[in-house]
């Protein structure tokens, strides 16, 4: 009796260590396969953001400033990013240069002048998303414990909500600057 009890607990601890081998050797080999899908699908998002930039800019070129604001707004790269490192910097290049059309447009419009209140507050969250995106990866490679990587996560989606309730009234701002519609 003795012997059989020993030969299924011997068969149990066999069973659970080949599990637990197999689940290590699958999350090596697949870890490395979905983060190479997560990042492409990462820069897949930034261009279509890098698009409607484009797009925004020919509605600009052709005077419509209404419809080049709302493109600008929607260009903006708001997803997280948590696999690509070097599209951190590639994303807070395209946000300043957004923001740079907002100030030329306004400047445009108002004659040299920029009054747009919300312009300082999009930097300082644009700035701000940097500096959050730009931590996770530091925490990440230092196997930082969850807790702090789940607090700048909490962070990153905060500083989204408020980034996208900025730029609504930014453009909103942007668009009563001007009497005229169109951008010459």
């Known amino acids: 009796m003795s012997k059989s009890i020993l030969a299924v607990l011997f068969a149990a601890l066999l ?12 999350r090596l080999m697949l870890g490395g396969f979905c983060r190479g899908l997560i990042a492409r699908l990462e820069r897949l998002g930034f261009r279509r953001r890098e698009q409607r930039r484009q797009r925004g800019d020919a509605y600009l070129a052709a005077g419509d400033v209404g419809r080049a604001l709302r493109e600008f707004r929607t260009a903006f790269f708001l997803s997280s990013i948590r696999c690509d490192r070097a599209l951190v910097e590639a994303v807070h290049n395209h946000h ?15 004659g040299g002048s920029v009054r747009l209140m919300s312009l300082a507050k999009a930097e300082h969250l644009v700035a701000e998303r940097t500096h959050l995106l730009r931590r996770h990866f530091v925490l990440r490679a230092r196997r930082a414990g ?14 989204r909500r408020e980034l996208r309730t900025c730029l609504s009234q930014l453009v909103a701002e942007a668009h009563r600057c001007g009497a005229g519609g169109r951008f010459h």
Do not use: H, M, P
Request: glycine share 10%.
């Open 15 to 26: 069973v659970g260590g080949g599990i637990a081998v197999l689940a290590v050797v699958l």
């Open 96 to 110: 300043a240069s957004l923001l740079s059309r907002f100030i030329a447009i306004t400047e445009e419009r108002q």
């Open 146 to 159: 969850d807790g702090q990587l789940r607090a700048v996560r909490r962070k990153l989606r905060v500083n």
